[in-house]
DNA sequence: TTTTATTAGTTGACGGGTCAACGATTCCGG
DNA sequence: CCGGAATCGTTGACCCGTCAACTAATAAAA
């Protein structure tokens, strides 16, 4: 008995091992960070956005947030103005070349995903969403 | 139709919202760094062993083990020695006091993983173990 | 209205991870 | 035996995230 203890720690563990290969071969497949697709598909759905609101709805720090804005504007992917009717906000939204690009992200992400999911049938994909939700209830309690 | 879709999407999103919560919570519970965690752990496991070793099993960069050794090393937790066999690897090892504060550290953090896994009974637990390691198979392949 | 508090955004410093370059040691083939 | 190839560890530079401190602008209160 005691023959294979799925063993509380091993979903601990893999969680960790999970993260650490997921990011990196995203970038490596999209050819973009994965917080930096998140801001540009935000973009791309709301047009324009002030800062304040990216970062709630992304849920990351704010210096992160003006640190990949500059890195975005640098590579002529968004722009950013001052909203005239409340000079605290910047607002921010994707370029003619950012809104191009994104579409091909997307094919990128669609193509990383279905790889990742390789194996799992619709039953499964609802049962692991279902637990990961469940998990992410339990983090927040702590 | 297309009522909740379970998307694949969210899959992603879900795995990406999980570790950035449960990285910070695992250290305000635990009072270590996963990482940290993990280098004593082993140390614990096999009482001596080389840089590379660690650096292998644990799977992280060999720099990433210089600075969290100094680190143990400043707050006694391990020492080091240089193997007389071969002077280019280094001897790591658990102090007293490093393992007098593993026990305590494994504690909670079987607390922090019982929390984590509120709700989840034994099925469901191997389930969901058994889809992470699936997950990590496909990524291992891209 | 003037003062105070709140809000948006930026910056600096730090911890965590990666990779690339380097010095020291050991191994191995000519 | 000696010189080139591996191996181990360290360091520096970079990216990504956090928090704390700061400025500028607006809102609220006295």
Redesign the pocket.
Known sequence: MTEHLPDEDTIFELLQALH?GI??KF?RCAGI????FRLLQELFRVSEI??????KTL?????????????LEDSGMIA?RN??????????SLTDHGRDHINSYREEKTRFISELLTGFNEQERTVLAEMLTRLQYNINLL
């Not at 002030?50 to 970062?55: K, N």
């Not at 720090?61 to 890195?71: I, Q, S």
């Not at 909203?83 to 921010?92: F, Q, S, Y």
Request: glycine share 2%.
């Open positions: 650490k990011s990196p970038e960070t994965p917080t930096r002030s800062q304040i609101s990216l970062q849920d990351i720090d704010a210096a992160a947030v003006t640190r990949h804005l500059r890195g950013r909203n005239p009717a409340d000079n605290r906000v910047t607002l921010v």
